[in-house]
């Protein structure tokens, strides 16, 4: 009895009965069981022994001889598979099994092995551990909505490479952006909501004429900014759309004159993570500026006067400039609903941001842990070379590569010296063969007498060291990457959009940068202080200069190292797109556990405006009294990132920089500095007196 008690003691019969069938230890130990029935006819079992033996049906057996034979016969079996495989699998420790089996040479095959195997229960190895793998599909499909006000490459690359990598994950991902991004040439899993047409700066000649052929300041910012504000209620009403059919449970909202794609993540609590081209105006530091302020962007070797002309002077003028726009924009707001905001920082100020940028690129500066650089962010693939341009830079052996995007232009002055400059290079042997890609926005002059050569020789590519390609489309787009990549290929000529420079950087050549607008300004002087550029003013263009600069750029040796530094950084970081990927899901899958925001897809679906997707847009236009404003919805980030934000952001400004503690120890200082100053001056006063009283009284006494 005590024996089957021994046997039975780690089996619950509140368990499922037949799930312990397919354990062989509990087959064996009723087995014995049985056999100790057998042969003790008096014997009185429990309840729990005897349930189970009547359930696996042993009471009925033809003998002990019978079971004993099955046992030996099962175990000899089971012993010679486990030696096969150990065979196999033990290759490198043969010698010493074999070792120990010549000590023991009938201990495995014994009668009594079999029967200690039987009534022993076998322990886990303490040093052995089982595999342990992270489920990452813990919750069930999500939706992630990207949104873009400009859309086009530049932009949407990073959040869509990142997407591509959720997309594998098991996620769905839809795209609000103009034109038609997500051809099936392009990305094809990805469903969009149009904005209406492909941006095109040829358009807006009223904006765009003024930014990239005057010069460049934050008033050009604002014409920009402006013409995106006003189209505001338009990009909402799509987003609302998108939001209604999607159920989006994340937004990723691209940062650039985005406000739509913020404010409809907040009106109904959905997360949103920011994406940016870089980490300049979301972080602080004194020693950063900007050159659309006039200031430089690493502000080290200025002085007095132009770091407080850049720290204080031009960011209260542009935040002065700012203030009215923010209040059109408020007033577009009220129209769709949504609560005005102070300033343009005050919705996002808790939101994850993830900047396709890495600091060697960057100005090294301190960064919160709620912005994280990701970049940079490259394409697994690239188009490869046509056969006439793998003929071309086959044929010629230094190679300058002239890209300025897809929107960018520049004046008829400045395509007149550039080509001038193009054929002295190559007349004096620095370059010997050019890949122009144009876009199509190019206005070109007709070349001086001097020049022995028309520009329409050139740009129908009978010009046998020029090559001229077209990129007015995605489905045209010259493989810059592959021209790039070639060992022909010398030195890029570009306007330093953000997406080539990192890939120049990837693939190891030096740019020469002509900025136009934008941030390329910033680009192209941090791109110069690493030793891998040199820039151009586009307000003041020389042949000479530009030949001197190409040839530099070839010829001088520190630009070569640095650039293989730079090359490594730029391969080493262009990694942590997964790492991108990975946060945007801790942000999603946090967001579940918010006591106060459990059901994202809910609260989207059974919104008063947007219930069932039937009310019309004018009836939440119209509504702009206080009833149509939700009320203040409490920050879902203050919970959902509370591990990245930092505290001085909850503190306030006072008490997050200590300048309450810095102010009383200064006042301590100067309090003692004072006292001992009186005290010094005290004493000196009554030692003065004291001996001019000594003076005066010998004196009269004379």
């Known amino acids: ?95 010493k099994t074999q070792s120990t089996a010549s000590r023991n040479p009938t201990e495995t095959a014994s009668l009594w092995s079999i029967f200690k195997n039987i009534f022993t229960k076998k322990q886990p190895d303490p040093n052995k551990f089982g595999k342990f793998e992270i489920d990452k599909n813990i919750n069930e499909t999500k939706n992630i909505l990207v949104g873009s006000f400009v859309g086009g490459l530049s932009h949407l690359r990073p959040s869509l490479e990142i997407c591509k990598i959720l997309i594998e994950r098991g996620y769905k991902v839809a795209l609000v952006a103009p034109g038609n991004f997500t051809s099936p040439t392009n990305y094809p899993s990805i469903r969009q909501y149009s904005t209406g047409p492909e ?11 003024e930014i990239y052929e005057k010069p460049y300041d934050y008033n050009s910012f604002f014409l920009e900014k402006d013409e995106a504000d006003k189209q505001y209620s338009e990009r909402f009403e799509v987003y609302k759309r998108s939001t209604i059919d999607f159920k989006p449970d994340l937004f990723l909202c691209d940062l650039l004159n985005n406000e739509a794609c913020f404010d409809i993540a907040w009106k109904f609590k959905i997360p949103a993570v920011g994406v940016s081209s870089s980490l300049s105006r979301r972080t602080f530091a004194p020693y950063k500026s900007d050159p659309i302020y006039g200031c430089h962007s690493n502000m080290e070797k200025g002085s007095f006067i132009e770091r407080f002309k850049c720290l204080i002077i031009q960011p209260a003028r542009f935040l002065y400039e700012s203030r009215q726009r923010i209040i059109f924009l408020n007033e ?4 769709v609903g949504v609560s005005p905001i102070t300033s343009s920082l005050e919705r996002i100020k808790n939101s994850l ?7 060697g690129f960057e ?23 046509t056969p006439k341009l793998s003929s071309f830079l086959s044929l010629h052996q230094r190679i300058m590569y002239v890209s300025f995007g897809m929107q960018a232009f520049t004046t008829l002055e400045n395509y007149a010296i550039l080509l001038k400059s193009f054929l002295e290079v190559i007349d004096r042997n620095i370059i010997d063969g050019i890949v122009w890609s144009l876009s199509g926005l190019e206005n070109f002059p007709t070349l001086s007498d001097d020049t022995q050569l028309e520009t329409s020789e050139i740009l129908n590519n009978r010009y046998t060291h020029i090559y001229v390609t077209t990129s007015s489309s995605l489905e045209e787009l010259t493989p810059q990457v592959s021209i790039l990549n070639h060992s022909n290929t010398k030195i890029f000529l570009t306007h330093g959009g953000v997406a080539s420079c990192h890939e120049s950087l990837y693939v190891g050549k030096p740019m020469l940068i002509l900025p136009l607008a934008s941030d390329q300004f910033s680009n192209a002087e941090k791109l110069e202080e690493q030793g891998v550029a040199l820039k151009l003013d586009k307000m003041d263009l020389h042949v000479d200069d530009i030949v001197r600069k190409i040839e530099f750029l070839q010829l001088e040796s520190r630009v070569k190292i640095n650039l293989k530094r730079m090359q490594i950084l730029t391969k080493i970081n262009s990694k942590r797109k997964y790492r991108a990927a990975d946060l945007i899901e801790f942000v999603m899958k946090a967001s579940q556990l918010n006591p106060n925001n459990n059901d994202v897809k809910e609260s989207v679906v059974d919104n008063r405006h947007m219930k069932e997707g039937k009310e019309s847009s004018e009836k939440v236009s119209n509504e702009t009294n206080s009833e149509s404003i939700e009320p203040a919805i409490e920050d ?17 400004f006072i008490r997050g920089k200590y300048l309450d503690v810095y102010g009383v120890v200064l006042i301590l200082l100067f309090s003692i500095i004072g006292s001992i100053i009186w005290t010094g001056w005290s004493v000196v006063s009554f030692i003065v007196n004291s001996i001019a009283s000594l003076f005066e009284g010998k004196l009269k006494s004379d």
């Open 1 to 95: 009895m005590y024996l089957l008690e021994e046997l039975f003691k780690d089996y619950d019969l509140n368990s499922d009965i037949w799930s312990y069938w397919s354990s062989i230890d509990l087959y064996h130990k009723v087995a014995i069981s049985n056999l100790i029935v057998q042969q003790e006819p008096n014997f009185q079992c429990n309840v729990s022994i005897c349930e189970i033996m009547t359930l696996l049906n042993f009471s009925n057996r033809p003998s002990k001889y019978y079971l004993l034979l099955t046992i030996i016969l099962f175990h000899l079996i089971v012993i010679g598979i486990n030696a096969s495989s150990s065979d196999k699998i033990n290759q490198a420790d043969s010698s």
């Open 363 to 385: 100005i090294p500066h301190p960064v919160p842990p709620l912005y994280q650089e990701i970049g940079p962010v490259m394409q697994e693939s690239y188009p490869p070379l």
């Open 199 to 209: 941006h095109n700066t040829k358009e807006l000649l009223h904006i765009y004429k």
């Open 636 to 652: 879902i980030y203050e919970w959902l990132l509370k591990e990245w934000i930092t505290p001085d952001s909850r503190m306030g």
């Open 353 to 359: 941001f993830l900047a396709d940028t890495y600091f």
């Open 332 to 335: 577009k707001r009220l129209s």
